[in-house]
């Protein structure tokens, strides 16, 4: 079952770079970037729930917050789409809630949230100011080799309403993002933490973590407790070794 998992993370973020170098200043700022995206999933009921969350870098990315979904869908309705934006921007708002400044590592999330703004507006007519209407029509013809296959059937005016639009949409989701996690800056802190120090997260512990009665003073004592029991278990084994090596020595005299 491991073997199908990690085969599964690998096609779908890449191989892991566990010899790729990186610096603590670096490493914490991924830790607060995906712990900003997990963070402000948990908080929004439309989106699925977090499967594993890694700053561990793979492939093209330097970490990665991977969801499950629950259930097949074949349409998404506005919140949800609206909720995404919302998810996508996580990483960049923790950056800026947390350390005060912005870095590099959200421009995928942008072009993702960019993409989802854009086709609600012109595919999806789900804006109210511009109502139901398809802006720009796909085709599957490409001429010479060139990519004709969108085009354009609206004035500059409703060009620059679409672009005012898709920008009031991102704003929006921007601030949502915002005010969800500074409102649970705690758990936004206590996850990045725990992945600087652990590297990667599943589902069932960061379940653990984002639970309002989760203790952090417990979760200590249980983990010492298991370091404990881990570590009278190697001894008890290389006892047992010792002993049977000890034996065998003996029948052979």
Known sequence: MAEVEEATIKVVVGTEKKSHKITDKEKKLTAYHEAGHAVATFNLESQDPVHEISIIPRGMAGGYTLYRPDEDTSHMLKSAMLDRIVTSMGGRVAEQITFGDISTGASQDISTSTDIARSMVTRYGMSEKLGP????????????????????????????????????????????????????????????????????????????????????????????????????????????????EEVAVEEEK
């Open 133 to 244: 209407v398809l802006y720009g029509k796909d085709n599957d013809e490409v001429f010479l080799g060139m990519d004709y296959s969108h085009t354009k059937n609206y004035s500059e005016a409703y060009a620059n309403t679409i672009d005012d639009e898709v920008k009031r949409i991102l704003t929006e989701c921007y601030n949502k993002c915002e005010q969800l996690l500074t409102e649970h800056n705690d758990k936004l802190v206590l996850i990045a933490e725990t992945l600087i120090k652990n590297e990667k997260i599943n589902g069932a512990r960061f379940l653990e973590l984002m639970d309002e009665n989760y203790d952090p003073e417990k979760d200590k004592e249980n983990e010492e407790k298991a370091v404990a029991e881990e570590t009278t278990e190697e001894v008890a084994e290389e006892a047992t070794e010792e002993v049977v």
